[in-house]
């Protein structure tokens, strides 16, 4: 079973790094004269009346995307790293702890930067720009909030077991 979850989140991660690259490599397309890569920048996203409205705007947003979707790569990429790093004879190490960690803290980062972004396409839409299937692009933050607790959570109880297979060493 760990096996196929190894493979599942390769999978996962190879995905998103195509998603990232794909938004990465149109939005720096579209800023270019005559380009009409921001009518579809990926699977239907469509930010050219953004770039008509602000072009530091439409950067910002375009930017923003990027690193989302990089950041949820970066989730992956560690979760990678655990299934390289865990030793099942002692589960309980500082690289593994330090792992979960820093899942927990991207995940926060990915809930303020999706907040951000949403409010930001709000206020664009207050404005008269029409931003269809943005949010697909900027939901799941509330999914987020709840991964990052439970991951904190998970990364607490592991440090309270390096403390106590620290402490059976010792006294054995």
Known sequence: MLRILHVFSWCIYVGLLIKTGALAYSSVISLFPNSMASNDLYLGLTLSKLLEFSRPGYVSLSFLLVVLTGLKAYIFHLVIKIFVKIDFTTPFSRTVSNLISRISYVAFAIVLLTWTGA?????????????PNLEDYLGGGDEF?????????????????????????LTV
């Open 145 to 169: 909030l709840l991964l990052a607790g439970i991951i904190f959570i998970i990364a607490q109880v592991f440090k309270r077991g390096i403390e106590m297979q620290a402490e059976n060493e």
């Open 119 to 131: 409010g930001y396409a709000e206020w664009l839409e207050h404005r008269g720009v029409n931003l």
